[in-house]
């Protein structure tokens, strides 16, 4: 969904606007380039990041444009008119390389290339990291949670602590990510979700009682009726009430849905809960359970024994919180042919020189074993073995295994080249690649660490121009 407006080629940093004119006074406009899109650390200490947004991206590029406004905004910016007028016709109309969204990748692959001339690739930047780091981020923590629940329902519920119009990506993400639903109607509405929500403390409050107010809103809601019991004491008024009103409406002929605690020991008043609906033989009244929820407070209530149906989860899902943020760049690694290299006093930033592509190998029994980045005229199946990107001398057998190619051409001159799925698809094909992983990398203390190595091409290719920039200083 496009949540920019009619100046969507604002929808970026000054820098980017400033370095695409300079490239255009310079008379560079036509020089071919090769950025890649890569992260340098899975978030919340996990051991895999779960690829999303690229849809989406494919919306915001058609649209990034400048019209007339935009156009009279940077010429009082100080931009020089003949730039002004190049890009009054702008289109991207390079090429992107990029994984299956709901892929599972991993730290310094580059998950996403881009080919094009200088300025539309650079001009790219700010649009592509502000979607997929986004967006990445968010489903990661989305899948998390999926995991920690396992086969019990997850709700998002984060749209009043998100960071404004970000949510409506973000609730997309959290779906792709593993989520049953969301409370956020435009995002349901935009994206084919399932939305779901339950009751406020307010409304219970501005009732003369608790049972009026559970009364009036089941006559409201037969079919989807969930209560809120935590508003004045869940045990010795909330529940019971709730089992009041459950009751007549099986009289009338429907069923209450469910309860939901928003307070208090959540494993405690859930067992307890529990019982007294069983006891009243409601044991189809199913519990829900909020409250500043995340990954690690859910897994601690199931392994208490909690009696919990469902889990709401608002703000640690929606602001990727305690990261809050992907740390996904986009580096350039040829222009004209010529690789190129970033150096950095940190090893872990050096950057990868010239065009490349991921190779994923699976050992016998279908479970990921290791990806390779390897250059793109590289012949796969000249391949056998991959070294530590740090440490050469660790390195791994990859012969006789089965492989594929993880990224392909999802765009190219306007066009986007792969089929539009529905986000439950695009959910479907991220459990699938998750179990494929083995249950070390999904463990949330201390993961075991994917291998990710280079070809001895790549390699090579790095460490001469290391030693050509080492002559040259």
């Known amino acids: 969904m496009n949540s920019t407006n ?141 995991y920690a629940a396992g086969d019990k329902g997850v709700m998002e519920f984060g749209m009043r602590r998100a960071q404004g119009w970000a949510v409506i990506h973000g609730s997309r993400a959290a779906v792709i990510g593993g989520v049953d639903s969301t409370s956020n109607v435009l995002s349901s509405y935009l994206y084919g979700l399932e939305s779901s929500g339950t009751q406020a403390h307010s409304w219970i409050q501005s009732f003369d009682d608790e049972l009026t107010a559970f009364k009036v809103y089941a006559e409201t809601r037969p079919k989807d009726c969930v209560l809120l019991v935590d508003t004045y004491h869940t045990l010795n008024s909330g529940v019971p009430n709730a089992i009041i009103v459950a009751k007549e409406m099986e009289r009338k002929g429907s069923r209450l849905s469910a309860i939901r605690l928003d307070s208090g020991d959540l494993a405690y008043l859930s067992k307890k809960a529990r019982k007294m609906l069983d006891d009243a033989e409601l044991n189809y009244v ?126 190219e001159n306007g066009e986007v080249l792969v089929p539009k799925k529905e986000v439950s698809e695009i959910s479907e094909y991220r459990k699938h690649r998750v179990s494929q992983l083995s249950e070390e990398h999904k463990r949330f203390e201390f993961p075991h660490t994917y291998k990710v190595g280079l070809s001895d091409s790549l390699i090579k290719l790095r460490d001469k121009m290391l030693t050509d920039i080492k002559k040259r200083q």
């Not at 992260?39 to 990041?49: A, I, L, S, W």
């Not at 930047?125 to 899948?143: D, G, R």
């Open 286 to 411: 199913k519990i829900i359970a909020s409250n500043q929820l995340d990954e690690y407070i859910i897994k601690s209530l199931i392994d208490q024994g909690a009696q919990i149906d469902g889990f709401g989860v608002g703000t640690s899902l929606i602001t990727g919180r305690k990261d809050g943020a992907l740390d996904g760049v986009y580096k350039l690694s040829q222009v004209n042919q010529r690789a190129t290299i970033k150096l950095s006093e940190d090893v872990y930033k050096l950057t990868l020189p010239g065009k490349k592509k991921i190779v994923r190998y699976y050992n016998g029994e279908d479970k990921l074993y290791a990806d390779a980045i390897v250059m793109a005229e590289e012949n796969v199946a000249d391949i056998d073995t991959i070294y530590h990107p740090q440490y050469s001398d660790k390195k791994s057998d990859v012969s006789g295994l089965k492989s594929e190619l993880l990224v392909s051409k999802v765009f």
């Open 6 to 146: 009619k100046f969507s080629g604002l929808y970026t940093d000054q820098y980017q606007l400033s370095m695409a004119e300079g490239y255009f006074l310079a008379d560079r406009g036509e020089d071919r380039v090769n950025f890649d899109y890569f992260f340098r650390k899975n978030p919340f200490g996990g051991g895999f990041t779960i690829f999303a947004g690229l849809q989406d991206l494919f919306e915001l590029i058609g649209d990034f444009k400048f019209d007339s406004d935009a156009i009279d905004f940077l010429h009082k910016r100080g931009f020089q008119s003949n730039f002004l007028d190049y890009l009054k016709d702008f289109q991207f109309k390079g090429t992107l390389h990029a994984p299956q969204e709901g892929e599972v990748v991993f730290p310094n692959e580059p998950t996403i290339t881009v080919e094009g001339n200088i300025i539309e690739a650079q001009l790219l930047e700010t649009l592509l990291l502000n979607t997929i780091n986004f967006q990445s981020l968010i489903a990661t923590k989305a899948n998390r949670l999926r």
